[in-house]
């Protein structure tokens, strides 16, 4: 499978993140039928075949909504998701029984019926445990996790379109948290973490979603010159945009769990950029994607 394969298969899950022992990839799915959040271990270089058994999370979960997986170091593994009722919920892993148990001690919280979620454990404060949801009202909830207590900050200055995807990216100071703005449907991201306020954000203006059909997903990777961008829309096409292009892209359509290039634009090209497959952590060569160059490029 080509880098992009990968990439669309990844999108394809509910949310996921890479083991930090290991070259495994742990993602999560949704069973639209029964409402039941599973993990399966994955390899990469492959699709289904490459997936290893499920690993059962939670029941009563909202059909087609997305999840966290968070892995830290000191024992810290807790997954995020949206309850059938829009609610959100925790999961921390024990040790000792092996198993997920539901963390009782987070407040009451309304996702909107359209809403995402996001966490992460900030490179300044690896012991703080940080979720980003939209809420009932829209805005994006920030909720985070000190000394046994849960507190909430809902972000009133940022406006997200309904429904928009929320994801991070990362590197050895500092974290973000992208969006897809109501202002001007385009990217944008907030600095995240310990210092952060939350109340500026800043735009990506060449990365405008206003051609696309509804995201659903996202996946961040850093270069020197900016973020990369994969997304796929509601009706699974794959689009792309690199730092200095004047524009987002048409990929192409991510048909049954692979990626296909028909029908996608101009060649896009990467310049010094470190690729991670799309999840930092996994440390494996991909292959590249048809109608893209890279220039100096890193991929792991």
Same mark, same amino acid.
């Given at each position: 499978?080509? +880098?992009?394969?990968?990439?669309?298969?990844?999108?394809?899950?509910?949310?996921?993140?890479?083991?930090?022992?290991?070259?495994?990839?742990?993602?999560?799915?949704?069973?639209?039928?029964?409402?039941?959040?599973?993990?399966?271990?994955?390899?990469?270089?492959?699709?289904?075949?490459?997936?290893? =058994?499920?690993?059962?999370?939670?029941?009563?979960?909202?059909?087609?909504?997305?999840?966290?997986?968070?892995?830290?170091?000191?024992?810290?593994?807790?997954?995020?998701?949206?309850?059938?009722?829009?609610?959100?919920?925790? #999961?921390?892993?024990?040790?000792?029984?092996?198993?997920?148990?539901?963390?009782?001690?987070?407040?009451? *919280?309304?996702?909107?019926?359209?809403? =995402?979620?996001?966490?992460?454990?900030?490179?300044?404060?690896?012991?703080?445990?940080?979720?980003?949801? +939209?809420?009932?009202?829209?805005?994006?909830?920030?909720?985070?996790?000190?000394?046994?207590?849960?507190?909430?900050?809902?972000?009133?200055?940022?406006?997200?379109?309904?429904?928009?995807?929320?994801?991070?990216?990362?590197?050895?100071?500092?974290?973000?948290?992208? *969006?897809?703005?109501?202002?001007?449907?385009?990217?944008?991201?907030?600095?995240?973490?310990?210092?952060?306020?939350?109340?500026?954000?800043?735009?990506?203006?060449?990365?405008?979603?206003?051609?696309?059909?509804?995201?659903?997903?996202?996946?961040?990777?850093?270069?020197?010159?900016?973020?990369?961008?994969?997304?796929?829309?509601?009706?699974?096409?794959?689009?792309?945009?690199?730092?200095?292009?004047?524009?987002?892209?048409?990929?192409?359509?991510? #048909?049954?769990?692979?990626?296909?290039?028909?029908?996608?634009?101009?060649?896009?090209?990467?310049?010094?950029?470190?690729?991670?497959?799309?999840?930092?952590?996994?440390?494996?060569?991909?292959?590249?994607?048809?109608?893209?160059? *890279?220039?100096?490029?890193?991929?792991?």
């Amino acid at each position: 499978m080509t +880098q992009l394969d990968d990439l669309a298969f990844f999108l394809l899950s509910a949310g996921g993140t890479a083991d930090p022992t290991s070259t495994v990839v742990n993602l999560l799915y949704v069973d639209s039928k029964t409402g039941t959040l599973a993990s399966k271990p994955w390899t990469g270089d492959g699709g289904e075949e490459k997936l290893g =058994h499920a690993e059962h999370i939670a029941e009563s979960v909202r059909p087609n909504s997305t999840a966290a997986y968070v892995i830290g170091g000191d024992s810290v593994r807790f997954i995020v998701y949206i309850s059938s009722e829009n609610k959100l919920c925790v #999961v921390d892993f024990d040790e000792e029984s092996d198993e997920w148990i539901e963390d009782e001690t987070l407040p009451e *919280y309304d996702v909107h019926p359209l809403g =995402h979620v996001t966490a992460f454990l900030s490179p300044d404060d690896s012991e703080t445990p940080t979720i980003v949801f +939209q809420d009932a009202s829209e805005r994006f909830n920030v909720v985070s996790k000190t000394e046994g207590s849960w507190s909430s900050l809902v972000i009133r200055a940022i406006a997200p379109i309904v429904g928009s995807p929320i994801t991070t990216m990362t590197d050895d100071v500092s974290m973000r948290v992208f *969006y897809i703005s109501a202002r001007d449907t385009c990217l944008h991201y907030v600095a995240a973490g310990a210092g952060s306020d939350w109340s500026v954000d800043a735009a990506i203006p060449q990365c405008s979603f206003s051609g696309t059909a509804m995201i659903k997903k996202m996946v961040i990777s850093s270069s020197e010159q900016g973020p990369q961008v994969y997304a796929m829309d509601e009706e699974k096409a794959m689009w792309q945009f690199a730092a200095g292009n004047a524009k987002l892209k048409k990929a192409g359509k991510v #048909v049954g769990n692979k990626f296909d290039p028909a029908g996608s634009e101009e060649a896009i090209t990467y310049k010094n950029c470190n690729f991670y497959n799309g999840h930092p952590g996994t440390r494996r060569s991909r292959g590249r994607g048809a109608g893209i160059s *890279y220039e100096n490029c890193n991929f792991y």
